[in-house]
């Protein structure tokens, strides 16, 4: 991914109903909506086939019946169905379109859990277990197609041991595989962050640091020192003490003549961080500042990366900012930093020139990012940036109270005189249900005046009684009756980005305010986009979000619904598994969502406390701690 300027998210379950009509790409949508009639595939799935197979994806198809396994969702039991009805009885287990697809569909399902790299082994075994008579030749195609790669990783060993002789004390090298798309990013990412740090000499003279952190308490003083002084710096703290950190260290900063920015997840958070005075400084989405580009077509700075050697990832965003037109600010703050996968790190890394200091703030504790990676946490554990810990200052409240306590694997009742956290229980989904439709629409507005529009709710999963899909049916009837004419969404609807567009970046909410042969058109922060109808598969109802898409903003209120524990399994709204369902993290992550107040749906039981306390976040197979110190 040299000079790669894209980002591109794994896309998750369509908006049912039909696709808005017309537009580009029309006539690729009913050739492939002409082929799954033919062969016995739901036609709902044709917008996440274009997605993920791109133009002439019927074509593609009936050359190699077994690309559909790149469909996020698509299990091989289905592929082989449909390889079945395209081919007949020339589609056996044996061929090897089919071996080679399903290295790469493995691949990808690790990635879907956070994974960058996976052993052989493992994808040997689950080969076998798909009937697969030569799983070695299968993962050597795979290979050959550069889709995926395999990879050798020198361990750590004693260097005695090799002057001694002792050559059984040396272990042999790690292999492992990986989608080339995500084992790039991760070195990508790994190479920028150690070139920042290379590159960076003090932003201020030793004098004028010295006077800008006078006074400052120790912490916040290592914070501003550490982010003038160092290429790459991490700040770990409550969200209240971070986002203040980061608009002081830009105001510092700027005051003395250095080009400065804090960057948020999304344009709704860097709006609501700006507050109504303009600051000196910018305060962006991350989206924004990398400039993404409707059509990359014929621009020079815009390269789109070759995450596989050829082509370009069907659903991948480009970016004008980049190595060959890198952004011009000597200081970019990062808020929420915890929810930045391995990809989208390569890309801002790779648009920070040389001598650009980067500073990374994350809650510890937090929700892993949806995509592959761990890119904080892989950071912090490679102890080559100083990492600076913030104390609380106790801002935020009740809510950020109990978000606290969690943190430190405690579910305890706090002090709320106004209400600004309320429990709910719930003795079943359904009821959860019933009591999150009463909370949004009438109890929050009515007690508390907060309007509905700043009221979100948080779940653990998408499927489910008591889901995101599930609470989206019963708040839109209540909020927006309407059939869906439109993708599955009428003028009115809250939705939200569910896979990265031009316009916008995964987990931005907007609303829909029409649609016509053009597309879809949506009232975002930044103004009104039209959503072309091949890309409104990417959006999902907003009224309730998954904690994984919902993560990058905050909200004046928020309902967090935790349904009983084998509810809240299956794919979440990002495509990540929530075998588990509840999860510190989790818990931690949607708690802090919340600004002014927190209704808890808890219809989870012990279940809850049980997993504040005991379930950390599921371990990620990654590079990035060993590739920095390299």
Sequence with gaps: MTDSHSHSSPASDPVPGAPVPGGPGAADRAALAELFTETGVPTALVGRALTGLGPA???????????????????????????RALLGDEAGPGDRRRGRALVAHLLAEAARHGHTVTPPAQVVTALERLQVPDPRQAIEDALDTAEAIALTEEPDFDEAALEDGDLEEIPEPEETLGLARWALAEEDAAEGLSRLTATAAPLLDDPTIKAVRSGLPEDRSLALTAALRTGVTVLRGAAADLAATALALAEAAAAHGVRAAVVTPTDRAAARLAGPDAPAYPVVGLHALLEPLADAEGVPDAAPGPVVPGSVVPGTVVFGRGERRPLELDLVVLTDAAGLDVELCAVLVQACADGTHLVLCGEPESLPPAGPGRVLDDLESSETVPVVELESTGAGGPPAALTAA??????????????????????????????????????????????????????????????????????????????????????????????????????????????????????????????????????????????????????????????????????????????AGLSRPLVATAFGLALRHLSVVQAAGPALAAAVRDRPAPPRRTRLARLVVQ
């Design 57 to 83: 994806a019927a074509d593609r198809l009936r050359e190699d019946p077994w690309r559909l396994l790149r469909v996020p969702g698509v299990a091989p039991r289905q592929a082989d169905h449909f390889a």
């Design 406 to 579: 969690v943190r430190g694997r405690e579910l305890v009742a706090v002090e709320a005189p106004g209400k600004e956290v309320v429990i709910v229980p719930a003795a079943s989904a359904g009821e959860a249900v019933h009591r999150t439709v009463q909370l949004v629409t009438d109890s929050i507005p009515r007690a508390l005046g907060i309007p509905v529009e700043e009221i979100q709710v948080v779940v653990p999963a998408a499927p489910g009684e008591a889901g995101a899909a599930a609470l989206n049916t019963a708040l839109k009837a209540r909020l927006n009756p309407g059939p869906g004419r439109f993708g599955g969404f009428d003028p009115g609807d809250r939705v939200l980005v569910a896979a990265p567009l031009p316009q916008a970046a995964v987990g931005e909410g907007g609303v829909v305010t029409g649609a016509d042969a053009a597309g879809l058109h949506v009232r975002f922060t930044r103004g009104t986009a039209v959503v072309p109808p091949e890309l409104t598969s990417r959006l999902r109802p907003g009224w309730a979000v998954t904690v994984a898409l919902g993560r990058g903003t905050r909200h004046d209120a928020v309902v967090a619904v935790l349904p009983p524990d084998g509810d809240s399994a299956g794919q979440d709204g990002a495509g990540q598994e929530a075998a």
